[in-house]
């Protein structure tokens, strides 16, 4: 589903973005007593947990698919988890080098099933999953289904190694390079600065 949103972006269908929305939602309860989680408590291994862990999936989608987030404000709670050292629950507003606007929310502790939404609001046209709607279309006012299976999870590690050691083997630069993925922990680390500092905060990008 979301090569066909990055196609329906930069094939101009959605046009450029206006505001765009990422959650990654996960009930980590059940797996913090498993063994071998025990350093997910412990925030000199880890650190945020759900932020460094979880936001920088739906954060790294919209870098892809709308350019580099300039700066961030943020929000963080323990609801959920409350012996837990990090924030189970964050919100956090960004500002993309475009001037379009986001939100990324995280809720690691919420009673809800795993879930990845992904909206994009163009100024041509917006995708919300896989339901698809297109400005100036004489007589459709609702939403299209996309014939497209969203899967709550679907790891494509051996899709990634592939295309990795391919890259080796042919001295090329990979989909997403060190600087690409340093980019979206600095987002990260800019909603951490902002939660600790109650103010907006700037992301670094000078890779």
Known sequence: IFETIYHLVHNGTLGEACFVEGDYIHDLKPFLPL?????WMDTEKEGQLPII???????????WLAGEIVEVSAYGVNKNIPD?????????????????????LVSCGAEIPYNLNFSYHGTR?????????????????????????????????????????????RSETPLIDAVDGA???AVCCAI????????????????
């Not at 924030?87 to 939100?103: H, M, P, R």
């Not at 600065?193 to 890779?207: G, H």
């Open 192 to 207: 951490i600065e902002s939660i600790e500092n109650n103010r907006p905060a700037t992301v670094f990008l000078d890779f």
């Open 84 to 104: 837990a050292p990090w924030y189970d629950t964050v919100i956090a507003g960004l500002k993309f080098e475009s001037g379009a606007l986001g939100k990324c």
């Open 125 to 169: 046209g917006s995708i919300h999953n896989n339901k698809l709607f297109i400005g100036g279309m004489p007589h459709i006012e609702e939403w299209s289904e996309l014939p497209i299976e969203i899967r709550a999870e679907d790891h494509t590690c051996p899709q990634e190694l592939d295309h990795f050691l391919t890259c080796i083997e």
């Open 183 to 185: 980019r979206s922990v």
């Open 35 to 39: 063994p071998g989680h025990d350093w």
């Open 53 to 63: 862990g979880g936001a920088c999936h739906p954060l790294d989608l919209m870098r």
